[in-house]
């Protein structure tokens, strides 16, 4: 499992159709370590979260990050500027190649995962299975009708699961437009099918620019985990 000695050691080195996947255990780091590698603004912004769950993912993830990308880079953690499109997606401005480096982020209780990429539009999710939630009433007010339907022909035991897939693959999906919610969960399809190694295509009702192609990624005990990227093919890296 990734410790911050590690990240701290390794060198990540970024090409074409290369997605690397860092997978973190929160509970292996001491957010207080990790806090002298954000920026003021960012040990401003953790101070502000009130929730200790939520500030020590913050600060984990966001150090974590930054080391990434500097090892990517070659420069100091400290000269790293985060920008933020119109919907919250943060980036950098510096490439590599001529090329953007493109990541995202996600985590749930103890666990996250970073994705960082070279010219590939990225977005993860993982999830906790609730066996509590509502998973009836979600799936009927935020997925398709094609996932609707899909969902229904499941067996009962097998429906909460199926719908954890369903929700990680559209988390990641919305994540990787840099739309977020704002794309519209119901507007886009994505199928209850194990993936393979090429992915699954996402199937969009308002079409894009671009195809967008989803992965499962690393098999968590009572967690769900998704990849969507824009370029199909390639080998996904997974650092764990």
Same mark, same amino acid.
């Given at each position: 499992?990734?410790?911050?000695?590690?990240? @701290?050691?390794? /060198?990540?080195?970024?090409?074409?159709?290369?997605?690397?996947?860092? @997978?973190?255990?929160?509970?292996?780091?001491?957010?207080?370590?990790?806090?002298?590698?954000?920026?003021?603004?960012? /040990? &401003?912004?953790?101070?502000?979260?009130?929730?200790?769950?939520?500030?020590?993912?913050?600060?984990?993830? /966001?150090?974590?990050?930054? @080391?990434?990308?500097?090892?990517?880079?070659?420069?100091?953690?400290?000269? &790293?500027?985060?920008?933020?499109?119109?919907?919250?997606?943060?980036?950098?401005?510096?490439?590599?190649?001529?090329?953007?480096?493109?990541?995202?982020?996600?985590?749930?209780?103890?666990?996250? !995962?970073?994705? =960082?990429?070279?010219?590939?539009?990225?977005?993860?999710?993982?999830?906790?299975?609730?066996?509590? &939630?509502?998973?009836?009433?979600?799936?009927?007010?935020?997925?398709?009708?094609?996932?609707?339907?899909?969902? =229904?022909?499941?067996?009962?035991?097998?429906? !909460?699961?199926?719908?954890?897939?369903?929700?990680?693959?559209?988390?990641?999906?919305?994540?990787?437009?840099?739309?977020?919610?704002?794309?519209?969960?119901? /507007?886009?399809?994505?199928?209850?099918?194990?993936? =393979?190694?090429?992915?699954?295509?996402?199937?969009?009702?308002?079409?894009?620019?671009?195809?967008?192609?989803?992965?499962?990624?690393?098999?968590?005990?009572?967690?769900?985990?998704?990849?969507?990227?824009?370029?199909?093919?390639?080998?996904?890296?997974?650092?764990?």
């Amino acid at each position: 499992m990734n410790t911050l000695d590690q990240i @701290l050691q390794e /060198r990540l080195v970024l090409s074409d159709n290369k997605i690397h996947i860092y @997978l973190i255990q929160f509970d292996l780091f001491d957010d207080q370590h990790c806090m002298q590698y954000l920026s003021e603004d960012e /040990r &401003i912004r953790a101070e502000k979260l009130k929730i200790a769950e939520k500030k020590n993912q913050f600060v984990i993830t /966001r150090s974590v990050l930054r @080391l990434l990308l500097s090892s990517s880079l070659g420069k100091s953690y400290q000269d &790293i500027d985060f920008f933020y499109g119109e919907h919250g997606k943060p980036s950098i401005k510096e490439s590599l190649n001529n090329k953007p480096i493109e990541f995202n982020i996600s985590h749930s209780e103890n666990y996250a !995962l970073i994705a =960082i990429a070279l010219g590939n539009r990225v977005g993860v999710d993982i999830e906790k299975i609730n066996a509590d &939630i509502d998973h009836q009433s979600l799936s009927k007010r935020f997925f398709s009708e094609n996932e609707k339907n899909d969902l =229904i022909k499941c067996a009962d035991e097998l429906q !909460l699961d199926s719908f954890y897939r369903v929700w990680c693959r559209k988390e990641s999906f919305i994540k990787a437009t840099g739309k977020g919610v704002a794309y519209g969960l119901d /507007r886009f399809s994505v199928t209850l099918d194990e993936t =393979i190694d090429g992915g699954i295509e996402v199937l969009t009702f308002k079409p894009l620019d671009d195809k967008w192609f989803c992965y499962d990624l690393i098999n968590i005990d009572n967690y769900k985990t998704a990849l969507t990227t824009s370029i199909k093919g390639g080998g996904i890296i997974i650092h764990k």
